[in-house]
Protein backbone atom coordinates (compact mmCIF):
# COMPACT_ATOMS: atom_id res chain seq x y z
CA UNK A 1 0.00 0.00 0.00
CA UNK A 2 1.67 3.46 -0.93
CA UNK A 3 0.47 6.75 0.42
CA UNK A 4 1.37 9.53 -1.71
CA UNK A 5 2.36 12.78 0.08
CA UNK A 6 2.76 16.34 -1.43
CA UNK A 7 3.18 19.77 -1.24
CA UNK A 8 6.47 20.16 0.27
CA UNK A 9 9.09 23.15 -0.40
CA UNK A 10 11.00 25.95 0.85
CA UNK A 11 8.65 28.93 2.49
CA UNK A 12 10.05 32.12 4.31
CA UNK A 13 8.91 31.86 8.68
CA UNK A 14 5.37 33.24 8.72
CA UNK A 15 4.71 31.48 5.49
CA UNK A 16 1.91 29.13 4.54
CA UNK A 17 1.47 25.38 2.89
CA UNK A 18 -0.71 23.21 2.39
CA UNK A 19 0.37 19.02 2.68
CA UNK A 20 -1.56 16.45 0.51
CA UNK A 21 -1.99 13.09 0.82
CA UNK A 22 -3.86 10.26 -1.80
CA UNK A 23 -4.34 7.37 0.33
CA UNK A 24 -5.84 4.18 -1.40
CA UNK A 25 -9.99 3.79 -0.78
CA UNK A 26 -9.47 0.17 0.75
CA UNK A 27 -6.37 1.04 3.42
CA UNK A 28 -7.54 4.70 4.77
CA UNK A 29 -11.59 5.38 4.06
CA UNK A 30 -12.22 3.79 7.57
CA UNK A 31 -9.22 4.79 9.46
CA UNK A 32 -7.87 7.35 11.38
CA UNK A 33 -4.98 9.29 9.73
CA UNK A 34 -2.10 11.24 10.74
CA UNK A 35 0.61 13.66 10.25
CA UNK A 36 4.10 13.24 11.72
CA UNK A 37 7.43 14.93 10.99
CA UNK A 38 11.41 13.65 11.63
CA UNK A 39 13.60 16.78 11.80
CA UNK A 40 17.11 15.96 11.04
CA UNK A 41 19.69 14.01 13.85
CA UNK A 42 15.60 13.82 15.58
CA UNK A 43 12.91 10.92 16.33
CA UNK A 44 9.70 10.75 14.26
CA UNK A 45 7.29 13.20 16.07
CA UNK A 46 3.53 13.41 16.19
CA UNK A 47 1.60 15.96 14.33
CA UNK A 48 -1.70 15.92 13.91
CA UNK A 49 -4.39 13.02 13.62
CA UNK A 50 -8.04 12.97 12.02
CA UNK A 51 -10.77 10.27 12.67
CA UNK A 52 -12.23 8.08 10.15
CA UNK A 53 -15.23 10.33 9.41
CA UNK A 54 -13.30 14.09 10.31
CA UNK A 55 -15.12 14.51 13.36
CA UNK A 56 -12.23 14.29 15.93
CA UNK A 57 -9.16 15.84 15.48
CA UNK A 58 -5.58 15.63 18.17
CA UNK A 59 -2.59 18.24 17.40
CA UNK A 60 0.69 18.42 19.12
CA UNK A 61 1.36 20.90 21.32
CA UNK A 62 3.54 22.57 19.24
CA UNK A 63 1.33 22.83 16.03
CA UNK A 64 -1.93 23.71 17.86
CA UNK A 65 -3.92 26.84 16.38
CA UNK A 66 -1.37 26.94 13.92
CA UNK A 67 -1.82 23.56 11.71
CA UNK A 68 -4.89 21.90 10.62
CA UNK A 69 -5.61 18.72 9.65
CA UNK A 70 -8.44 17.24 6.94
CA UNK A 71 -9.64 14.99 5.34
CA UNK A 72 -12.42 14.07 2.23
CA UNK A 73 -12.80 10.51 2.33
CA UNK A 74 -14.71 10.95 -1.27
CA UNK A 75 -11.17 11.63 -2.74
CA UNK A 76 -9.42 9.47 -0.80
CA UNK A 77 -7.14 12.59 0.37
CA UNK A 78 -5.35 13.80 3.45
CA UNK A 79 -4.29 17.35 4.36
CA UNK A 80 -2.57 19.44 6.25
CA UNK A 81 -2.91 23.31 6.28
CA UNK A 82 0.29 24.89 8.04
CA UNK A 83 0.30 28.41 9.09
CA UNK A 84 2.71 30.92 10.47
CA UNK A 85 5.66 28.83 9.90
CA UNK A 86 8.08 28.41 12.17
CA UNK A 87 11.62 27.18 11.30
CA UNK A 88 11.13 24.79 14.18
CA UNK A 89 8.84 23.61 11.52
CA UNK A 90 11.25 22.12 9.27
CA UNK A 91 11.30 18.41 8.81
CA UNK A 92 9.87 15.63 6.47
CA UNK A 93 6.48 15.13 6.87
CA UNK A 94 4.40 11.88 6.57
CA UNK A 95 1.00 11.20 6.20
CA UNK A 96 0.14 7.63 7.34
CA UNK A 97 -3.31 5.49 8.28
CA UNK A 98 -3.42 3.89 11.43
CA UNK A 99 -4.71 0.42 12.01
CA UNK A 100 -8.55 1.35 13.12
CA UNK A 101 -10.87 4.30 12.99
CA UNK A 102 -9.94 6.18 16.44
CA UNK A 103 -7.16 8.99 16.59
CA UNK A 104 -4.09 8.12 18.01
CA UNK A 105 -0.63 9.92 18.52
CA UNK A 106 1.60 7.06 18.85
CA UNK A 107 3.45 5.96 15.96
CA UNK A 108 3.14 2.39 16.46
CA UNK A 109 -0.45 2.69 15.99
CA UNK A 110 -0.08 3.47 12.18
CA UNK A 111 0.54 1.36 9.67
CA UNK A 112 0.45 2.58 6.25
CA UNK A 113 3.29 5.40 5.75
CA UNK A 114 3.63 7.90 3.12
CA UNK A 115 7.30 8.31 1.27
CA UNK A 116 7.55 11.82 3.19
CA UNK A 117 7.77 15.46 1.83
CA UNK A 118 10.25 17.74 2.65
CA UNK A 119 9.39 21.31 4.65
CA UNK A 120 11.71 23.73 5.26
CA UNK A 121 11.51 27.25 6.96
CA UNK A 122 13.78 29.61 6.44
CA UNK A 123 14.10 32.42 9.10
Known amino acids: VQLQASGGGLVQAGGSLRLSCNCP????????MGWFRQAPGKERQFVAA????????NYADSVKGRFAISRDNAKNMLYLQMNNLLSEDTAVYYC?????????????????WGQGTLVTVSS
Open 96 to 112: SSAAGSRIASMSSSYRY
Open 50 to 57: ISWNGGST
Open 25 to 32: RRTCTNNA
